[in-house]
């Protein structure tokens, strides 16, 4: 049994998130409502073999413990380097499994042929999977990608997929033309688990797309039959989003939960510019009368210190 199919069923995902889910937010996670796997930011095959590696290495930092259900994830376009990634991967020994991103809708990398533009490529698509399981033979190898690139192919390409050997497979239920800007899909991802139990029963499907809650998740498995459910900007409203009990922070508590954040962000000495913590103020400081107010002073903060001196002088109720 490889990682991915002894996970209880069903489990839960925090979706690779870029300049979210690094180390640092990861800890967060981990220590306040955790899910059952974690996934790095997308990592660079290009960036790790060349002159910017130390910078790329940053996002393959990882705290103590988390190796056991930490995956990592690599995008690019050449086989070679991505069995040389694979090959680090295995070797550093601080991941469960390597992850492909073919599903990134940014457009200049799609552009490139990578992420998302290899959806449809089945030629390289196929010599990419290879390569990562040369490279890792010892690691489960997934694939994350959405149902089609310019239309929905769901058959064509994730029929063509369950045939690689994958241990598990990510649905996110849009296309990349559609960005976020439709609600996923789900009927689609549906087909995918119905795909599956025809083509390759033992790969693990994962759907992923617009849930907001562990609730929401556990029906969209019953009614999907997918193994289990990625939740990515979901935990932007809730932090606890991966609870199985309903927490209910007070903004004392929400607050707390920030300071960590930032501790943590120190601790780690991230090369990442301040500015990039100050998208999930919102995470925290919501949900009570002032808390826009608060907000927007934050939001002019420029260091921890500057944080932390807002929070101490910040009035706050007693419940949200
Ligand atoms: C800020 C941000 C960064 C993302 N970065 C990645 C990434 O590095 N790798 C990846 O496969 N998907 C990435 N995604 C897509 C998410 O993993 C997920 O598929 C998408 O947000 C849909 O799930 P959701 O509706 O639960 O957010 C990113 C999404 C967001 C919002």
């Not at 290899?118 to 990419?128: K, S, W």
């Not at 995918?192 to 390759?200: C, E, G, H, I, T």
């Not at 927490?247 to 780690?268: G, S």
């Amino acid at each position: 049994m490889n990682f991915w199919q002894q996970l209880k069923r069903p489990f839960f995902v925090l979706a690779p998130m870029d300049d979210v889910t690094d180390v640092v937010f990861r800890q967060l996670v981990a220590e306040v409502a955790p899910p059952d796997v974690f996934m790095t930011e997308f990592v660079s095959i290009d960036g790790l073999q060349s002159a910017g590696r130390e910078r790329t290495l940053e996002r393959l930092r990882v705290f103590p413990g988390e190796s056991a259900n930490l995956i990592a994830q690599i995008w690019g376009n050449d086989p070679e380097k991505y069995e040389l990634t694979a090959r680090e991967i295995a070797a550093s020994g601080n991941f469960a499994g390597i992850d492909i991103n073919m599903g990134c809708p940014e457009r200049g990398i799609v552009a490139r042929g990578c992420c998302g533009g290899l959806i449809g490529n089945y030629e390289l698509a196929g010599e990419i999977i290879a390569a990562v399981k040369r490279g890792a033979p010892g690691l489960p190898v997934s694939v994350k990608t959405r149902v089609g690139l310019n239309a929905i192919i769901t058959e064509e390409w994730t029929g063509w997929l369950l045939q690689q050997n994958l241990a598990a497979l990510t649905i996110h239920g849009r296309t990349v033309r559609e960005m976020s800007k439709v609600p996923a899909h789900w009927d689609e991802i549906s087909k995918v688990v119905k795909l599956r139990d025809q083509l390759a029963p033992h790969t693990v499907i994962i759907g992923n797309g617009d849930v907001l809650s562990r609730a929401q998740g556990e029906q969209l498995a019953t009614q999907t039959g997918v193994d289990a459910v990625m939740i990515g900007r979901g935990i932007f409203h809730d932090i606890d989003v991966f609870s199985s009990e309903h927490i209910e922070r007070t903004p004392e508590e929400r607050i707390a939960v920030l300071l960590r954040h930032v501790e943590l962000y120190e601790q780690w000495g991230s090369t990442k510019h301040f500015q990039v913590l100050k998208k999930f103020f919102k995470i925290y400081v919501a949900g009570w009368p002032n808390a826009a107010e608060l907000r927007a002073q934050l939001m002019d903060a420029t260091t921890p210190a500057e944080v932390r001196t807002i929070l101490a002088q910040a009035q706050l109720p007693a419940a949200v």
